[in-house]
Protein backbone atom coordinates (compact mmCIF):
# COMPACT_ATOMS: atom_id res chain seq x y z
CA UNK A 1 0.00 0.00 0.00
CA UNK A 2 1.06 3.86 -0.96
CA UNK A 3 1.54 6.51 1.24
CA UNK A 4 -1.34 9.03 1.03
CA UNK A 5 0.37 12.25 -0.21
CA UNK A 6 0.13 14.72 2.54
CA UNK A 7 -2.27 17.48 1.93
CA UNK A 8 0.02 20.89 1.64
CA UNK A 9 -1.72 23.58 3.69
CA UNK A 10 -0.36 27.03 4.36
CA UNK A 11 1.20 26.95 7.78
CA UNK A 12 1.67 30.32 9.50
CA UNK A 13 4.61 31.03 11.82
CA UNK A 14 4.80 34.37 13.89
CA UNK A 15 7.29 36.02 15.55
CA UNK A 16 8.84 39.85 15.13
CA UNK A 17 9.84 42.18 12.55
CA UNK A 18 13.79 41.59 11.84
CA UNK A 19 14.36 43.67 9.14
CA UNK A 20 11.84 45.24 6.29
CA UNK A 21 10.84 43.67 3.17
CA UNK A 22 9.46 40.53 1.73
CA UNK A 23 10.95 37.06 0.20
CA UNK A 24 10.30 34.10 -1.28
CA UNK A 25 12.40 30.70 -1.62
CA UNK A 26 13.08 27.22 -0.30
CA UNK A 27 13.75 26.67 3.60
CA UNK A 28 17.28 25.61 4.29
CA UNK A 29 18.06 24.87 8.46
CA UNK A 30 21.29 25.92 9.07
CA UNK A 31 22.96 23.32 10.85
CA UNK A 32 25.82 23.12 12.88
CA UNK A 33 28.39 20.49 12.63
CA UNK A 34 28.14 17.60 15.27
CA UNK A 35 31.12 15.37 14.76
CA UNK A 36 34.15 14.81 12.83
CA UNK A 37 36.49 12.38 12.38
CA UNK A 38 40.07 12.98 11.71
CA UNK A 39 43.47 11.03 12.19
CA UNK A 40 45.34 14.33 12.79
CA UNK A 41 46.20 14.90 16.71
CA UNK A 42 43.77 16.71 18.64
CA UNK A 43 46.68 19.37 19.77
CA UNK A 44 47.25 20.10 15.94
CA UNK A 45 43.94 20.28 15.28
CA UNK A 46 43.15 22.74 17.95
CA UNK A 47 45.50 24.65 16.90
CA UNK A 48 44.86 24.92 13.20
CA UNK A 49 41.53 25.51 13.54
CA UNK A 50 42.14 28.89 16.10
CA UNK A 51 44.46 30.16 13.10
CA UNK A 52 41.99 29.05 10.57
CA UNK A 53 39.02 30.90 12.85
CA UNK A 54 41.31 33.63 12.85
CA UNK A 55 41.99 34.02 9.23
CA UNK A 56 38.20 34.01 8.61
CA UNK A 57 37.39 37.05 10.54
CA UNK A 58 40.26 38.90 9.51
CA UNK A 59 38.81 38.20 5.57
CA UNK A 60 35.77 38.89 6.84
CA UNK A 61 37.12 41.91 8.43
CA UNK A 62 38.43 43.38 4.89
CA UNK A 63 34.77 43.61 3.51
CA UNK A 64 32.91 44.44 6.66
CA UNK A 65 31.16 47.68 7.26
CA UNK A 66 30.77 50.34 10.23
CA UNK A 67 28.34 47.80 11.46
CA UNK A 68 30.14 44.65 11.26
CA UNK A 69 33.28 45.41 11.84
CA UNK A 70 33.62 46.14 15.34
CA UNK A 71 31.35 42.65 15.96
CA UNK A 72 34.10 40.26 14.32
CA UNK A 73 36.61 42.44 16.05
CA UNK A 74 35.14 41.13 19.09
CA UNK A 75 34.80 37.84 17.91
CA UNK A 76 38.52 38.23 17.55
CA UNK A 77 39.03 39.41 21.14
CA UNK A 78 37.14 36.46 21.84
CA UNK A 79 39.35 33.86 19.91
CA UNK A 80 42.35 34.92 22.10
CA UNK A 81 40.37 34.66 25.83
CA UNK A 82 42.41 31.60 27.76
CA UNK A 83 38.90 30.61 29.44
CA UNK A 84 37.91 29.37 25.60
CA UNK A 85 41.10 27.98 24.80
CA UNK A 86 42.05 26.18 27.50
CA UNK A 87 38.22 25.05 28.32
CA UNK A 88 38.30 23.08 25.09
CA UNK A 89 42.23 21.69 25.46
CA UNK A 90 41.01 20.52 29.04
CA UNK A 91 37.88 19.02 27.75
CA UNK A 92 39.81 17.27 24.59
CA UNK A 93 42.58 16.14 27.21
CA UNK A 94 39.67 14.41 28.67
CA UNK A 95 38.61 12.23 25.71
CA UNK A 96 35.90 14.40 24.52
CA UNK A 97 36.18 14.96 20.61
CA UNK A 98 37.51 18.52 19.66
CA UNK A 99 34.22 19.46 17.88
CA UNK A 100 32.13 18.84 20.71
CA UNK A 101 34.89 20.22 23.42
CA UNK A 102 34.62 23.97 20.78
CA UNK A 103 30.84 23.47 21.23
CA UNK A 104 30.44 22.33 24.97
CA UNK A 105 32.85 24.99 26.02
CA UNK A 106 31.55 28.20 24.02
CA UNK A 107 28.12 26.91 25.39
CA UNK A 108 29.04 26.45 29.12
CA UNK A 109 30.71 30.08 28.33
CA UNK A 110 27.68 31.79 27.05
CA UNK A 111 25.54 30.05 29.62
CA UNK A 112 27.48 31.39 32.36
CA UNK A 113 27.10 35.22 30.47
CA UNK A 114 23.66 34.96 30.02
CA UNK A 115 23.41 34.62 32.99
CA UNK A 116 24.51 38.10 33.99
CA UNK A 117 21.48 38.45 32.78
CA UNK A 118 22.05 41.99 30.62
CA UNK A 119 21.43 43.13 27.36
CA UNK A 120 25.46 43.43 26.92
CA UNK A 121 26.12 39.97 28.36
CA UNK A 122 23.29 38.47 26.25
CA UNK A 123 25.01 39.68 22.86
CA UNK A 124 28.42 38.74 24.17
CA UNK A 125 27.02 34.96 24.84
CA UNK A 126 25.93 34.82 20.77
CA UNK A 127 29.37 35.81 19.89
CA UNK A 128 30.95 33.13 22.13
CA UNK A 129 28.89 30.46 20.45
CA UNK A 130 29.61 32.05 17.40
CA UNK A 131 32.84 31.83 17.87
CA UNK A 132 32.94 28.10 19.51
CA UNK A 133 30.32 26.99 16.21
CA UNK A 134 33.41 28.78 14.19
CA UNK A 135 36.14 26.77 15.25
CA UNK A 136 34.07 23.51 15.15
CA UNK A 137 33.33 24.04 11.58
CA UNK A 138 36.76 24.60 11.60
CA UNK A 139 37.80 21.18 13.27
CA UNK A 140 35.14 19.25 11.16
CA UNK A 141 36.23 20.89 7.97
CA UNK A 142 33.13 22.23 7.09
CA UNK A 143 31.34 25.67 6.30
CA UNK A 144 28.06 26.65 6.60
CA UNK A 145 27.90 28.68 4.14
CA UNK A 146 28.73 25.85 1.27
CA UNK A 147 25.32 24.14 2.54
CA UNK A 148 23.11 27.36 1.96
CA UNK A 149 22.10 27.99 -1.59
CA UNK A 150 21.58 31.06 -3.23
CA UNK A 151 18.03 32.34 -2.94
CA UNK A 152 17.27 30.09 0.07
CA UNK A 153 15.07 31.22 2.77
CA UNK A 154 17.48 30.23 6.12
CA UNK A 155 15.93 29.03 9.48
CA UNK A 156 18.47 29.33 12.35
CA UNK A 157 18.40 28.88 15.97
CA UNK A 158 20.72 32.09 16.05
CA UNK A 159 22.95 33.82 13.89
CA UNK A 160 26.01 35.76 14.80
CA UNK A 161 27.16 38.84 13.07
CA UNK A 162 29.81 37.01 10.88
CA UNK A 163 26.74 34.48 9.97
CA UNK A 164 24.84 36.85 8.51
CA UNK A 165 27.39 38.63 6.49
CA UNK A 166 28.54 35.38 4.90
CA UNK A 167 24.73 34.65 4.70
CA UNK A 168 24.37 37.86 2.46
CA UNK A 169 27.74 36.61 0.13
CA UNK A 170 25.68 33.38 -0.71
CA UNK A 171 22.52 35.62 -1.54
CA UNK A 172 20.18 33.87 0.78
CA UNK A 173 16.55 35.92 -0.01
CA UNK A 174 15.67 36.17 3.98
CA UNK A 175 16.58 34.76 7.73
CA UNK A 176 14.51 33.76 10.03
CA UNK A 177 15.79 33.05 13.79
CA UNK A 178 14.41 31.84 17.06
CA UNK A 179 16.88 33.88 18.96
CA UNK A 180 17.54 37.90 18.91
CA UNK A 181 15.21 40.87 19.61
CA UNK A 182 13.92 43.88 16.36
CA UNK A 183 17.17 45.29 17.31
CA UNK A 184 19.51 42.99 18.12
CA UNK A 185 22.63 43.06 16.10
CA UNK A 186 21.98 39.97 13.66
CA UNK A 187 18.58 42.25 12.88
CA UNK A 188 20.63 45.44 12.29
CA UNK A 189 23.06 43.75 9.69
CA UNK A 190 20.14 42.46 7.97
CA UNK A 191 18.51 45.31 7.44
CA UNK A 192 22.24 46.69 6.73
CA UNK A 193 22.44 44.23 3.88
CA UNK A 194 18.64 44.64 2.76
CA UNK A 195 17.80 40.60 3.75
CA UNK A 196 14.30 40.79 4.81
CA UNK A 197 14.23 39.10 8.54
CA UNK A 198 12.08 37.36 11.46
CA UNK A 199 13.18 37.38 14.55
CA UNK A 200 11.97 35.75 18.08
CA UNK A 201 10.57 33.37 16.05
CA UNK A 202 8.98 29.72 17.58
CA UNK A 203 11.30 26.88 18.18
CA UNK A 204 9.23 24.61 16.00
CA UNK A 205 10.87 26.17 12.74
CA UNK A 206 13.81 24.44 13.51
CA UNK A 207 11.88 20.77 12.86
CA UNK A 208 10.79 22.43 9.11
CA UNK A 209 12.00 19.96 6.47
CA UNK A 210 14.55 21.93 4.25
CA UNK A 211 13.34 22.86 0.59
CA UNK A 212 9.67 23.68 1.89
CA UNK A 213 8.56 26.42 -0.48
CA UNK A 214 8.47 29.39 2.46
CA UNK A 215 7.22 33.35 2.51
CA UNK A 216 8.82 35.73 4.50
CA UNK A 217 7.51 39.53 5.50
CA UNK A 218 10.41 40.92 7.36
CA UNK A 219 7.50 43.83 7.72
CA UNK A 220 5.17 41.80 10.14
CA UNK A 221 7.39 39.30 11.15
CA UNK A 222 5.26 36.36 9.25
CA UNK A 223 6.73 33.08 7.96
CA UNK A 224 4.23 31.33 5.79
CA UNK A 225 4.89 27.84 4.39
CA UNK A 226 3.69 26.51 1.16
CA UNK A 227 2.34 30.30 0.32
CA UNK A 228 0.26 28.94 -2.50
CA UNK A 229 -2.17 27.40 -0.61
CA UNK A 230 -2.07 30.64 1.65
CA UNK A 231 -6.03 32.22 1.25
CA UNK A 232 -5.70 35.87 0.40
CA UNK A 233 -3.09 38.32 1.55
CA UNK A 234 -0.49 35.37 2.53
CA UNK A 235 -0.36 34.78 -1.12
CA UNK A 236 0.16 38.08 -2.53
CA UNK A 237 2.73 38.13 -5.22
CA UNK A 238 6.32 38.94 -3.58
CA UNK A 239 7.59 42.73 -3.71
CA UNK A 240 8.99 45.25 -1.48
CA UNK A 241 5.79 46.15 0.14
CA UNK A 242 4.87 49.85 -1.31
CA UNK A 243 3.29 52.21 0.99
CA UNK A 244 0.65 54.90 -0.26
CA UNK A 245 2.96 58.25 -0.81
CA UNK A 246 3.54 60.42 2.28
CA UNK A 247 2.80 64.01 2.31
CA UNK A 248 4.12 66.27 2.93
CA UNK A 249 7.74 65.80 2.15
CA UNK A 250 10.38 66.32 4.61
CA UNK A 251 14.18 66.00 4.58
CA UNK A 252 15.36 62.28 4.27
CA UNK A 253 18.46 61.67 6.41
CA UNK A 254 20.84 58.82 6.69
CA UNK A 255 22.02 56.87 10.01
CA UNK A 256 25.61 56.09 8.99
CA UNK A 257 28.67 54.99 11.18
CA UNK A 258 31.18 55.71 9.48
CA UNK A 259 33.03 57.40 6.21
CA UNK A 260 32.27 54.35 4.17
CA UNK A 261 28.88 54.29 4.65
CA UNK A 262 28.24 57.95 4.44
CA UNK A 263 29.60 57.56 0.42
CA UNK A 264 26.88 55.24 0.07
CA UNK A 265 24.46 57.28 1.70
CA UNK A 266 24.50 59.82 -1.09
CA UNK A 267 25.02 57.49 -3.34
CA UNK A 268 21.43 56.63 -2.66
CA UNK A 269 20.24 59.58 -2.29
CA UNK A 270 20.54 61.24 1.40
CA UNK A 271 20.38 64.89 1.68
CA UNK A 272 22.33 64.26 4.89
CA UNK A 273 23.08 62.23 7.99
CA UNK A 274 20.76 62.67 10.70
CA UNK A 275 23.01 60.50 13.03
CA UNK A 276 26.50 59.70 13.32
CA UNK A 277 26.91 57.05 15.74
CA UNK A 278 30.86 58.03 17.00
CA UNK A 279 30.98 55.32 19.26
CA UNK A 280 31.00 52.96 15.96
CA UNK A 281 34.09 54.65 15.26
CA UNK A 282 35.90 53.82 18.19
CA UNK A 283 34.71 50.39 19.45
CA UNK A 284 37.83 48.28 18.52
CA UNK A 285 39.96 50.57 20.51
CA UNK A 286 42.45 49.92 22.99
CA UNK A 287 43.62 53.71 23.24
CA UNK A 288 40.71 56.20 23.52
CA UNK A 289 40.74 58.37 19.93
CA UNK A 290 42.54 61.74 19.89
CA UNK A 291 41.02 65.12 18.93
CA UNK A 292 43.25 65.07 15.93
CA UNK A 293 42.33 61.06 14.69
CA UNK A 294 38.58 62.27 15.42
CA UNK A 295 39.10 65.15 13.61
CA UNK A 296 40.36 63.29 10.63
CA UNK A 297 37.69 60.95 10.90
CA UNK A 298 34.84 63.68 11.42
CA UNK A 299 35.69 65.64 8.25
CA UNK A 300 36.20 62.78 5.82
CA UNK A 301 32.73 62.29 6.63
CA UNK A 302 31.66 66.09 6.20
CA UNK A 303 33.75 65.99 2.56
CA UNK A 304 32.07 62.62 1.57
CA UNK A 305 28.96 64.95 2.49
CA UNK A 306 29.68 67.18 0.11
CA UNK A 307 28.10 70.12 2.19
CA UNK A 308 24.86 68.10 3.14
CA UNK A 309 24.42 68.65 6.71
CA UNK A 310 25.44 66.55 9.05
CA UNK A 311 24.60 65.45 12.48
CA UNK A 312 27.06 64.12 14.71
CA UNK A 313 26.39 62.12 18.03
CA UNK A 314 28.51 61.88 21.16
CA UNK A 315 29.90 58.54 21.96
CA UNK A 316 26.83 56.60 23.27
CA UNK A 317 29.63 54.16 25.21
CA UNK A 318 28.08 52.23 28.35
CA UNK A 319 25.56 49.43 28.14
CA UNK A 320 25.53 47.29 25.07
CA UNK A 321 28.48 49.09 23.13
CA UNK A 322 31.50 48.92 25.63
CA UNK A 323 34.73 49.81 24.63
CA UNK A 324 38.42 48.27 25.31
CA UNK A 325 39.71 51.83 26.20
CA UNK A 326 37.80 52.73 28.73
CA UNK A 327 37.13 49.59 31.40
CA UNK A 328 33.71 49.81 33.14
CA UNK A 329 32.95 48.51 36.43
CA UNK A 330 30.44 45.20 36.11
CA UNK A 331 27.12 47.20 36.38
CA UNK A 332 23.64 45.24 37.17
CA UNK A 333 21.58 47.28 34.69
CA UNK A 334 23.96 48.71 32.17
CA UNK A 335 20.68 50.02 30.48
CA UNK A 336 20.33 52.44 33.18
CA UNK A 337 23.78 52.89 34.02
CA UNK A 338 26.67 54.85 33.17
CA UNK A 339 25.93 55.79 29.57
CA UNK A 340 26.05 58.04 26.91
CA UNK A 341 26.39 61.60 27.79
CA UNK A 342 26.21 60.29 31.83
CA UNK A 343 30.03 58.82 30.91
CA UNK A 344 30.93 61.80 29.28
CA UNK A 345 30.13 63.96 31.39
CA UNK A 346 31.94 62.00 34.16
CA UNK A 347 35.01 60.67 31.57
CA UNK A 348 35.85 64.45 31.21
CA UNK A 349 38.89 64.64 28.92
CA UNK A 350 37.68 61.94 26.59
CA UNK A 351 34.21 64.00 26.27
CA UNK A 352 36.39 67.46 26.01
CA UNK A 353 38.78 65.58 22.90
CA UNK A 354 35.71 64.75 20.80
CA UNK A 355 33.98 68.16 21.66
CA UNK A 356 37.18 69.92 20.27
CA UNK A 357 37.49 67.74 17.30
CA UNK A 358 33.71 68.45 16.59
CA UNK A 359 33.93 72.71 17.03
CA UNK A 360 37.15 71.94 14.79
CA UNK A 361 34.82 69.71 12.04
CA UNK A 362 32.37 72.41 12.24
CA UNK A 363 34.89 74.48 9.92
CA UNK A 364 34.73 71.89 7.44
CA UNK A 365 31.03 71.86 6.73
CA UNK A 366 27.28 72.15 8.70
CA UNK A 367 27.42 69.84 11.45
CA UNK A 368 25.43 69.74 14.96
CA UNK A 369 26.22 67.39 17.71
CA UNK A 370 23.55 65.25 19.77
CA UNK A 371 24.07 63.87 22.94
CA UNK A 372 22.53 60.48 23.69
CA UNK A 373 20.62 59.48 26.75
CA UNK A 374 19.80 62.80 27.74
CA UNK A 375 17.30 62.58 31.03
CA UNK A 376 17.18 66.83 31.57
CA UNK A 377 18.10 70.01 31.16
CA UNK A 378 20.74 70.17 33.29
CA UNK A 379 22.90 67.60 31.77
CA UNK A 380 22.40 70.12 28.16
CA UNK A 381 23.59 72.73 29.92
CA UNK A 382 26.58 71.44 31.56
CA UNK A 383 27.47 70.27 27.99
CA UNK A 384 27.12 73.29 26.61
CA UNK A 385 29.46 75.02 28.78
CA UNK A 386 32.67 72.66 28.49
CA UNK A 387 31.31 73.39 24.50
CA UNK A 388 31.75 76.69 24.84
CA UNK A 389 34.79 76.87 26.47
CA UNK A 390 36.27 74.19 23.97
CA UNK A 391 35.34 77.09 21.12
CA UNK A 392 36.37 79.94 23.35
CA UNK A 393 39.93 77.58 23.51
CA UNK A 394 39.83 77.36 20.02
CA UNK A 395 38.88 80.90 18.50
CA UNK A 396 35.66 78.72 16.68
CA UNK A 397 32.33 78.91 17.02
CA UNK A 398 30.54 76.64 19.01
CA UNK A 399 28.26 73.94 16.65
CA UNK A 400 24.51 74.17 17.73
CA UNK A 401 23.62 71.29 20.03
CA UNK A 402 20.72 69.29 20.31
CA UNK A 403 19.22 66.35 22.43
CA UNK A 404 18.34 62.71 21.90
CA UNK A 405 14.62 62.21 23.02
CA UNK A 406 15.10 58.51 24.41
CA UNK A 407 14.41 58.69 27.98
CA UNK A 408 10.90 59.25 28.86
CA UNK A 409 11.70 61.95 31.43
CA UNK A 410 13.22 63.55 28.82
CA UNK A 411 9.98 63.50 26.39
CA UNK A 412 7.90 64.24 29.71
CA UNK A 413 10.12 67.58 30.51
CA UNK A 414 10.69 68.24 26.58
CA UNK A 415 9.24 71.47 26.86
CA UNK A 416 11.86 72.75 29.42
CA UNK A 417 14.49 70.58 27.70
CA UNK A 418 13.39 72.50 24.69
CA UNK A 419 14.75 75.87 25.53
CA UNK A 420 18.28 74.53 25.97
CA UNK A 421 18.55 72.86 22.89
CA UNK A 422 18.81 73.94 19.33
CA UNK A 423 17.17 70.84 18.09
CA UNK A 424 15.59 67.52 19.05
CA UNK A 425 15.95 64.02 17.73
CA UNK A 426 13.97 60.95 18.35
CA UNK A 427 14.82 57.71 19.68
CA UNK A 428 12.79 55.41 19.32
CA UNK A 429 14.73 52.46 19.97
CA UNK A 430 15.83 53.49 23.62
CA UNK A 431 12.39 55.20 23.68
CA UNK A 432 10.29 52.36 23.86
CA UNK A 433 12.48 50.21 25.48
CA UNK A 434 12.17 52.61 28.93
CA UNK A 435 8.65 53.45 28.23
CA UNK A 436 7.22 50.23 27.90
CA UNK A 437 10.02 48.73 30.75
CA UNK A 438 11.14 46.19 27.22
CA UNK A 439 14.57 45.38 26.67
CA UNK A 440 15.14 46.16 22.87
CA UNK A 441 17.36 43.22 22.40
CA UNK A 442 14.98 40.68 24.20
CA UNK A 443 13.09 38.08 21.70
CA UNK A 444 10.68 37.44 24.47
CA UNK A 445 9.39 41.28 25.23
CA UNK A 446 9.76 42.43 21.39
CA UNK A 447 5.73 42.01 21.17
CA UNK A 448 5.50 44.95 23.05
CA UNK A 449 7.51 47.28 20.87
CA UNK A 450 5.96 45.68 17.75
CA UNK A 451 2.51 46.61 19.15
CA UNK A 452 1.29 50.13 19.16
CA UNK A 453 0.78 50.88 22.16
CA UNK A 454 -1.39 53.63 23.99
CA UNK A 455 1.12 55.44 26.17
CA UNK A 456 3.65 55.84 23.72
CA UNK A 457 2.04 58.56 21.02
CA UNK A 458 0.48 60.83 23.05
CA UNK A 459 4.11 60.95 24.34
CA UNK A 460 5.77 61.68 21.13
CA UNK A 461 3.03 64.18 20.28
CA UNK A 462 3.58 66.07 23.32
CA UNK A 463 7.70 66.04 22.27
CA UNK A 464 6.64 67.38 18.80
CA UNK A 465 4.84 69.80 20.06
CA UNK A 466 6.75 71.27 22.99
CA UNK A 467 9.98 70.96 19.86
CA UNK A 468 7.98 73.62 17.97
CA UNK A 469 6.52 75.50 20.93
CA UNK A 470 9.93 76.48 21.57
CA UNK A 471 10.97 77.16 17.71
CA UNK A 472 13.24 74.00 17.19
CA UNK A 473 13.05 71.28 14.93
CA UNK A 474 13.01 67.67 15.60
CA UNK A 475 13.57 64.43 13.76
CA UNK A 476 13.00 60.69 14.07
CA UNK A 477 16.66 58.65 14.07
CA UNK A 478 15.21 55.15 15.52
CA UNK A 479 13.66 52.37 13.43
CA UNK A 480 10.50 53.80 13.27
CA UNK A 481 11.65 56.55 10.44
CA UNK A 482 11.68 53.56 8.41
CA UNK A 483 8.30 52.19 9.22
CA UNK A 484 5.59 53.50 7.00
CA UNK A 485 2.76 53.42 9.23
CA UNK A 486 4.66 54.96 12.05
CA UNK A 487 6.64 57.62 9.56
CA UNK A 488 2.94 58.50 8.29
CA UNK A 489 1.89 59.39 11.81
CA UNK A 490 5.14 61.09 12.93
CA UNK A 491 4.62 63.44 10.03
CA UNK A 492 1.07 64.32 10.30
CA UNK A 493 1.99 65.50 14.57
CA UNK A 494 4.41 67.54 12.02
CA UNK A 495 7.69 66.06 12.23
CA UNK A 496 10.47 68.06 10.17
CA UNK A 497 13.17 65.00 8.90
CA UNK A 498 13.73 61.33 9.06
CA UNK A 499 16.96 59.37 9.75
CA UNK A 500 17.27 56.13 8.61
CA UNK A 501 19.55 52.87 7.78
CA UNK A 502 21.48 53.26 4.67
CA UNK A 503 19.71 50.18 3.44
CA UNK A 504 16.70 51.24 4.00
CA UNK A 505 17.22 54.67 2.01
CA UNK A 506 15.67 53.86 -1.43
CA UNK A 507 12.39 52.14 0.34
CA UNK A 508 11.94 55.28 2.41
CA UNK A 509 12.60 57.23 -0.31
CA UNK A 510 9.66 55.33 -2.91
CA UNK A 511 7.13 56.10 -0.13
CA UNK A 512 7.59 59.95 -0.47
CA UNK A 513 7.39 59.61 -4.67
C1 LIG B 1 17.55 55.10 19.41
O1 LIG B 1 17.70 54.75 20.59
O2 LIG B 1 16.44 55.19 18.85
C2 LIG B 1 18.75 55.43 18.58
C3 LIG B 1 18.62 55.88 17.34
O3 LIG B 1 19.97 55.21 19.12
P1 LIG B 1 20.72 53.77 19.23
O4 LIG B 1 19.92 52.78 18.39
O5 LIG B 1 22.11 53.98 18.76
O6 LIG B 1 20.61 53.48 20.70
MG1 LIG C 1 19.56 55.08 21.68
Same mark, same amino acid.
Given at each position: ?????????????? &?? $? &??? +???EGATCLLRRVQA? #??? #? $?? /????? /????????RLADALTTADATLAPLLDAQRLMLDDP??? *????????? +?? /?? #??A????? &???????????????? *???? /????VGALLAEELAGETPSSRVPAGAVVLAEELAPLDTARLADAGVAAVVTVRGGPTCHAAIIARAWGIPAVVGAPRAILEIPDDTPALVNGDTGVLVLHPAQAAGTSAAPVGRQRAAPLAPRIPLLANVGGVAEAARAVELGAEGIGLLRTEFLFLDRATPPTEDEQFADYTA????????? #???RTLDIGADKPVPFLPMEAEPNPQLGLRGVRLCLRERALFRAQLRALVRAAAVGPLRILLPMVAGADEVRQCRALLAAEAADLGLPAPPLGAMIEVPMAALAAGELAEVCDFFSLGTNDLLQFLLAADREHAGVGYLHAADHPAVWPLVEHVIAAAHAAGIPIGVCGEWGADAAKLARLLALGLDSASVAVAALPRVRGWFA
Open positions: MTEPTPTLTATTFT &GL $P &GAP +GRAA #VSA #V $PA /DARLA /DAFAAAHRELR *EGIAARVKT +GT /DP #VAARATA &GALAAMLEAAGSDYFR *ERAI /DVRAILRAMAGRP #VII
